[in-house]
């Protein structure tokens, strides 16, 4: 059983910067593609990000250029980099990974970005 556990969130002034980390548990991780959405306030969810097992990565146009994906296959992890923080960047965000075609998700962490 695929479990995904992130970890990182908080209240962050505009300007700042996070770093979001997702443990993977119950599969192979060096061979899966992970990523991260997000789901703001009353809004549906979107992509932020994924990495392939090939380190082949796609951002959402929102966040290109601030936010950056990476894993430790040593350490079942992915990370989430968030610089230049903007209050639209509040919202949940949820860790994945895609395994057999289907999608796993995890509970997600609270990132508020306010003053």
């Known amino acids: 059983q695929v479990q995904l556990v992130e970890s990182g969130g908080g209240l962050v002034q505009p300007g700042g910067s996070l770093r979001l980390s997702c443990v993977a548990s119950?599969?192979?991780?060096?061979?899966?593609?992970v990523g991260w959405y997000r789901q703001p306030p009353g809004k549906q969810r979107e992509l932020v990000a994924t990495?392939?097992?090939?380190?082949?990565?796609n951002y959402g146009d929102s966040v290109k250029g601030r936010f950056t994906i990476s894993r430790d296959n040593q350490k079942n992890t992915a990370y989430l980099q968030m610089n230049s923080l903007k209050p639209e960047d509040t919202a949940v965000y949820y860790c994945t990974l895609v395994l057999r075609g289907l999608i796993y998700w995890g509970k997600g962490t609270l990132v508020t970005v306010s003053s």
């Open positions: 990495i392939t097992s090939g380190g082949l990565i």
């Open positions: 119950g599969s192979i991780f060096s061979d899966k593609t």
